[in-house]
């Protein structure tokens, strides 16, 4: 089955060309030239990457990706723009963008990026101890990657984003373990990037800060190194 790609640019010709090139790559490619147009488009079928320009004639890109994230916070998507601002590069990190490619880019990179989301959404480590279960305990810590939720002893539950969760869940299947930077960046988001890496800092803050009512569970920094997830007990 071919990977599905929702495109959204309003470029003709640009967009065209790489819709083009996609299919000939084996993917299938819904192409969209407004942002409106993609988000009914995204209600109505199941993608496994929206692909998003930020310049779009009837809204930004960003504010599609937070349109798209409120309804479905598992979507992988990334940004194409012409706009190499550092922080239009962090917002899009931190809507829980997965890629961010500047305008004009390399078509192959583009469609070997795309090949490593699809490979990383096939290939996982097992964590959980069934394939229906997607929950896990680690002493007063529950997490469940489906909800995206993030539970501390008998408080609430916590909304995690997308790239949090898949972050803390890298974390549990490397528990007790000292995992470096590098490692996190390229196994959990696929590219050892200097933005990431400031995203990453951002998420790790953030995930610390909800952990620090557990008794025994923390993200400790290794100097120079990564980070470990120490974790007393699990279950």
């Known amino acids: 089955m071919k990977p599905k790609i929702l495109y959204i640019e309003d470029e003709q010709d640009l967009g065209g060309v790489t819709k083009q090139y996609l299919d000939l790559m084996e993917f299938e490619v819904t192409w969209c030239l407004s942002g409106e147009s993609a ?9 496994n990457i ?19 994230v409120d309804h479905d916070k598992d979507v992988y998507f990334l940004f194409l723009t012409a706009r190499n601002l550092k922080q239009d590069k962090m917002k899009g990190l931190l809507l829980g963008a997965i890629d961010y490619i500047v305008k ?27 394939p229906n279960e997607k929950t896990v305990k680690l002493d007063d810590v529950v997490f469940n990657s489906d909800k995206l939720s993030l539970s501390v002893g008998n408080g609430p539950s916590t909304m995690l984003t997308l790239r949090e969760a898949e972050l803390f869940e890298y974390f549990c299947k490397n528990k007790n373990s000292i995992i470096k930077r590098e490692d996190i960046l ?50």
């Open 39 to 47: 988000y009914n488009a995204f209600l109505n079928d199941t993608f």
């Open 50 to 68: 929206v692909v998003i320009d930020i310049q779009l004639p009837d809204m930004d890109g960003f504010s599609l990706a937070k349109r798209i």
């Open 104 to 130: 004009p880019f390399d078509i192959d990179e583009l469609v070997l990026r795309m090949k490593n989301i699809v490979s990383k959404q096939l290939i996982t480590k097992p964590l959980y101890s069934s």
């Open 186 to 235: 390229i196994n959990v988001w696929g590219e050892d990037d200097y933005f990431l890496g400031r995203s990453l800092d951002v998420f790790v803050s953030r995930l610390r800060k909800l952990l620090s009512k557990s008794k025994s569970i923390k993200i400790e920094n290794v100097y120079g190194v990564g980070f470990i997830l120490s974790a007393s007990d699990s279950k």
